[in-house]
């Protein structure tokens, strides 16, 4: 327990280097949304009558380390990112919270180019608030939660000094990206996002698990001495070895080691809900790019990767209304693009994207 407590406590404390100004904020959100009865519907009560739904109306606390450049922005000062991580990670993905990993902070390295970003926990993660019941924590509640903050960031200033931003570019990682996409799908011409960046994440990445497994316990059975009280619905995953390439030289043995170590919660609904990645976005009308590493083991398995341009195709047609699509694949970079050797290049593209999508 006393490491879990130094560790977020190192988060507060890390310098990133004279350039950059982080504080941990909390922001409360309202969320009102029709989640399906049953969370293992794979998409997430889309595609379902009201007589399969259930209302979730509440309030959740969603925590967040926000981050800005020190001296005058060389970017515009009116782009945020909003940093979404993926299932059983939390905001750490953009930035691991220990000296030996800084070159692995997404947060500092765009941080050190001029820009601000936010990384949150999802409702049910980390600091953020955690429903009594795992199937409150749906993509409906998480995606509106994200939704919610965005449209806050643009109308309510979020720190004295800070005023609210012109534009919020989504960087979404996994399920993050699929979060991302069901704010899309939902808000349409209405959505409070610019634009997606969206790693790691394809609209057919084959049929989630439904169902606590030995790979992916209840988070309860897996840690009881930090879990033990939580409702079995919350899961967690041990081993993220299939989050790194198979090329075991590619990233440092140590982050896989830091990466088990703080690991966090998910739930089955969030587990089983991904088929929402595949249905159509009709009417977002911002920009969109994907980011997929050719070494993810898990998203790039049998060579799905290989034909960029069939890729690209493939999942553009989603984005119809979207002003621009596009698709990049990193050559060496696994699942977890933050986390290993090939972390630089997967943070120019990023970016890239963003400077891009900032004009
Ligand atoms: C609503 O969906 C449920 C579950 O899919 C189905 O059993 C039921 O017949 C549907 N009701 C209507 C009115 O379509
Ligand atoms: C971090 O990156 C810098 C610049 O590339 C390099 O000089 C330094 O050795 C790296 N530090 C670690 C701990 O990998
Ligand atoms: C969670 O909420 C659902 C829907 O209201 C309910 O069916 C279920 O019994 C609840 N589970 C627990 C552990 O309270």
């Not at 982050?255 to 977002?284: E, H, I, K, P």
């Amino acid at each position: 327990m006393l490491l879990f407590a130094l560790v977020i406590l190192f988060h507060f404390c890390i310098a990133f280097g004279a350039s950059c100004n982080c504080s941990p904020v909390f922001i409360p959100v309202h969320v009102d949304v029709f989640v399906p009865k049953d969370p293992t519907d794979v998409f997430a009560g889309l595609k379902s009558n009201s007589s399969s739904l259930r209302r979730v109306d509440d309030i959740y606390n969603i925590y967040g380390v926000f981050c800005q450049p020190e001296s005058m922005p060389t970017r515009d000062p009116g782009v945020l990112q909003l940093l979404v991580h993926g299932i059983t990670y939390t905001n750490q993905y953009w930035s691991p919270s220990v000296e030996e990993f800084q070159n692995y902070s997404y947060t500092a390295f765009s941080c050190d180019r001029g820009l601000s970003s936010l990384a949150i926990d999802w409702v049910g993660v980390g600091l953020s608030t955690r429903p009594a019941n795992s199937s409150d924590v749906q993509y409906p509640t998480v995606a509106s939660a994200l939704s919610q903050l965005a449209h806050h960031l643009k109308t309510v200033s979020l720190l004295p000094g800070v005023p609210p931003f012109r534009a919020i570019i989504g960087i979404g990682h996994s399920s993050g990206s699929g979060l991302l996409t069901f704010t899309a799908i939902v808000d349409g011409t209405r959505s409070p996002f610019a634009a997606f960046i969206l790693t790691s994440a394809l609209s057919d990445s084959g049929a989630a698990p439904t169902a606590p497994s030995p790979l992916i316990p209840s988070a309860r059975d897996d840690t009881p001495l930090r879990w033990g009280a939580l409702d079995p619905g919350y899961i967690t995953a041990p081993s993220r070895s299939i989050f790194y390439p198979a090329d075991s030289a590619a990233f440092s043995p140590r982050m896989q080691l830091f990466d088990a170590f703080t690991r966090d919660v998910g739930t089955v609904a969030m587990l089983a809900q991904t088929g929402v990645v595949s249905l159509v976005a009709q009417n977002y009308a911002g920009r969109v790019a994907k980011v997929l590493g050719a070494a993810d083991q898990f998203i790039c398995a049998d060579d799905r990767c290989e034909d960029v341009a069939a890729l690209s195709a493939a999942e553009g047609v989603l984005w119809p209304a979207a002003k621009s699509f596009e698709l990049v694949v990193l050559q060496n970079s696994g699942h977890d693009l933050n986390l290993d050797f090939f972390a630089p290049a997967a943070f120019r593209t990023l970016v890239g994207f963003v400077n891009k999508f900032s004009r």
